[in-house]
């Protein structure tokens, strides 16, 4: 996807006696990106985001102090809508149609806030599924078959 920004007109607001000039406003893709990223991480049951080499770069990225949050989530502005396309991993045993629907509704709810911009939609992905202890090394249990 190609690096565009989002230009967002504004229009002049008049609160208790004070005017607000007219302008513009420009959001780049990867500002919606990391709202939504940010947005979707909150979710209960979302272990991570994005593809098993996305993740491996993330911990890469998250050991310098570099985070992504926009790691795993892909968007499209248009002139009044956005679209983003999100993919998790879950954590077991959740149920993952009630995790990929707070995702949908936690992205959708924080582009409108903090965005302003109406979200056409946003599709869940889930690439994987985290169990815990599955990652733990416990080579140094096993018994030696050599004495």
Do not use: C, W
């Not at 947005?39 to 080499?53: D, K, P, Y």
């Not at 989530?73 to 999100?86: F, N, S, Y």
């Not at 149920?95 to 911009?117: F, K, P």
């Amino acid at each position: 996807m190609a690096d565009t920004t989002t230009t967002t007109t504004t229009t002049p607001r008049t609160a208790a006696g004070s005017t607000s000039a007219s302008g513009k406003t420009v959001i780049d893709d990867t500002v919606v990106a990391k709202v939504a990223g940010i947005a979707a991480r909150e979710v209960n049951g979302v272990h991570s985001l994005g593809t098993g080499a996305a993740r491996a770069i993330g911990a890469i990225r998250d050991a310098i102090g570099q985070r992504d949050f926009g790691q795993g989530v892909k968007v499209e502005v248009g002139e009044k809508q956005v679209a983003a396309d999100v993919v998790i991993v879950a954590e077991y045993p959740v149920a993952l149609q009630q995790v990929a629907d707070g995702v949908r509704s936690g992205v959708a709810r924080a582009l409108e806030q903090i965005v302003g911009m109406e979200v056409a939609e946003v599709n869940v992905t889930v690439q994987d599924v985290y169990i815990p202890g599955d990652d733990d090394d416990n080579d140094d249990k096993k018994e030696s078959r050599v004495e």
